[in-house]
């Protein structure tokens, strides 16, 4: 698996989505067989179903079980993997085992996809399969994702960033292809809702998990529950937030929030925002993938 790299399209700011398609799947094809780190999203499940559409049972996708896990997550991808006939496993991960994950500093992703590469590594060595490969896309160099490096340091490919793939291409592709994850809101894993600082224990997860199950009950589609102590903060897209701020919406909201064990409520202003707690660090220049991989 080490002797593989990566293979980077020569000009994918001027491929077009379909161009950047064929040579992902072309690229997939060289490998002999090849585990894909399959979260449920729409970045990682592309992968998985481009991964299947070059390899077939050559490629075997994996999804990670953790606390940070939500059983939402676990239905969507369940879902997923039996309409498209993906072959699919699921593994457990310990990072909450580690003091350093759980502290839950800005590195903590790194942490966690530590933890994750070494399990993938550690199944691709006893199954005999060529590489590992992740869901991480063209835009995602645009934050801060500590995770990139410990991608880095296990030699984790990253097609759909070779092939120059940005996320709105991803969508579009994937709703040519049929795939149910087209649409589906941006997720991420439950710690990424604590504060920096904030330790990352399963009750906290758990808090945060029930929280958000309620906000989809009330049918929002793109939100974060974040936890700061006892206080929800409410992240709802722009889209969503004229039904979100309508009476009695905000009194349900608290209602229903309260009843699952936080002591305040509140909706934050600025509405739902990717990475919203990497607002707290800086310089902001240093949020780049680039800056935290080494490359």
């Not at 079980?65 to 593994?91: N, Q, W, Y």
Request: charged share 25%; net charge negative; hydrophobic share 40%.
């Amino acid at each position: 698996m080490k002797e593989l790299v990566h293979i980077r399209s020569v000009d994918g700011d001027s491929a077009s989505p379909e161009e950047k398609e064929a040579l992902l799947l072309s690229h997939l094809a060289q490998f002999p067989s090849l585990i894909v780190a399959l979260s449920g999203g729409t970045d990682s499940a592309y992968l998985a179903w481009a991964a299947h559409q070059s390899l077939g049972s050559r490629s075997l996708s994996v999804t990670a079980l953790s606390p940070s896990f939500s059983a939402h997550d676990r239905a969507m991808t369940e879902g997923f993997v039996c309409k498209l006939g993906v072959r699919h496993e699921f593994i457990e991960t310990r990072e909450m085992e580690n003091p350093a994950y759980r502290a839950n500093a800005a590195d903590r992703c790194y942490f966690c996809k530590d933890e994750l590469f070494s399990a993938l590594d550690d199944l691709a060595r006893a199954r005999g399969l060529a590489a590992v490969a992740y869901g991480v896309n063209a835009d995602d160099t645009l934050d801060f994702r500590p995770g990139h490096r410990a991608a880095t340091e296990h030699q984790v490919l990253a097609p759909l960033l070779d092939a120059g793939l940005r996320k709105a291409e991803i969508r579009m592709l994937s709703h040519r292809a049929g795939l149910p994850t087209w649409d589906r809101p941006a997720s991420a894993c439950l710690a990424s809702r604590l504060p920096y600082g904030t330790e990352v224990t399963p009750e906290r997860l758990g808090l945060v998990e029930r929280g958000e199950a309620a906000l989809r009950e009330l049918g929002f589609r793109q939100f974060r529950v974040r936890l700061h102590d006892k206080l929800a903060r409410v992240e709802i897209s722009p889209e969503e937030m004229p039904r979100a701020f309508a009476p009695p919406m905000p009194a349900t909201i608290a209602a229903r929030l309260k009843a699952i064990g936080f002591t305040y409520v509140s909706l934050d202003l600025e509405g739902y925002r990717q990475g919203s707690l990497n607002e707290t660090l800086s310089p902001p220049g240093d949020r780049s993938l680039k800056a935290t991989s080494g490359t």
